[in-house]
């Protein structure tokens, strides 16, 4: 019987909570909601309020009595409670916001000392500009032509997050960028939708190779081939000596062997990957540090500079005997 109302409230949470969170988006908007609206909202909340703790309440204390925490068994409530999916989505818009914030002020998304970023923005910059402009133009359009107030108003508010998330969207792409470590590590993303850590021993090979694979964002092969594509492309191509797991930006678990992603600068990735050295300067060690003037091992003497006598080219050789 509870599996049976858990299951009911998993679809009735995809129903009732974008609707709550669209009407308080409108009140902190300022639109003026009718009364019986309001009313039979949060009786509707209060209602599946009422079924998550007659169903969660024993999964709660089962939890406590094997001896987790007050905040380890409340977090595997609601992990039982909400969908996989949705808890995904709601976090990444609120990553996606956090990335605008970033955007504004000109800053990146955690990016360690030493770690050479790489962007993938360049093939969807001019989409998502034209879907910013489109949506302006929506909004202005039926701005002008809806006649209530009241569906006017929500039109207005819905369009205008919208133009937001499109603006957060891309910011998140722009501010969480490839990333390969001064280890040779390998770090890909996609804005806040997918994030995948590849460490530098597992990579065999990498080399440039422009693809335009069939699908969506993330497209897993049954040869095991990833497929992070930007703009319906990929421009570089990762073998590796295993397989490694990595998730969907819906919840959804996987592992790939082949890793093919976009980059817009395919050459100087590829060039950090096989020569990770370069990727940031050795740190000194301290004993060096005291002594700048001892040798070290990889040292490499400096070039002799050329004398003018040098500088000339040298005389043909004679012809053979």
């Known amino acids: 019987m509870r599996a049976r109302v858990a299951r009911g409230l998993r679809v009735a949470m995809w129903a009732v909570l974008p609707g709550e969170l669209a009407l308080v988006v409108c009140l902190v ?45 409340g977090l595997a409530v609601v992990r039982a409670a909400v969908p996989v999916a949705l808890r995904r989505l709601i976090v990444h818009e609120f990553r996606a916001l956090h990335s605008l914030g970033l955007w504004t002020v000109r800053r990146r998304h955690r990016i360690p000392e030493g770690a050479r970023p790489f962007s993938y923005t360049e093939p969807q910059t001019g989409i998502m500009w034209a879907f910013l402009f489109v949506s302006v133009v929506e909004t202005v359009v039926l701005a002008l032509v809806i006649p209530w107030p009241l569906v006017h108003a929500i039109v207005l508010v819905v369009d205008v997050y919208g133009i937001v998330i499109i603006l957060a969207l891309h910011a998140a792409a722009v501010t969480r960028p490839h990333l390969v470590g001064a280890d040779g590590s390998l770090r890909l993303r996609y804005g806040a939708l997918f994030d995948l850590r590849v460490p530098a021993a597992a990579i065999a090979s990498a080399r440039v190779e422009r693809r335009f694979p069939d699908g969506g964002l993330v497209r897993v092969g049954e040869d095991g081939t990833l497929d992070l594509a930007v703009g319906s492309q990929t421009t570089v191509t990762v073998e590796l000596t295993g397989p490694v797991e990595f998730v969907r930006p819906l919840g959804r678990r ?68």
Not at 46 to 71: K, N, Q, S
């Open 29 to 73: 908007a300022g639109v003026r909601i009718p009364g019986g609206v309001l009313l039979t909202a949060e009786a509707l909340v209060v209602g599946m309020l009422a079924l998550e703790a007659y169903v969660m309440w024993p999964l709660y204390a089962a939890r406590r009595r094997a001896g987790d925490t007050r905040r380890e068994a």
């Open 254 to 321: 996987g592992s790939a062997r082949t890793l093919r992603f976009h980059a817009d600068d395919p050459r100087a990735v590829v060039a950090a990957l096989t020569a990770p050295g370069l990727a940031a300067p050795p740190a000194v060690p301290p004993e060096r540090a005291a002594h700048p003037a001892l040798p070290t091992e990889d040292a490499v003497p400096p070039r002799a500079s050329l004398t003018p006598e040098r500088t000339a080219p040298s005389p043909p050789p004679a012809p053979p005997a």
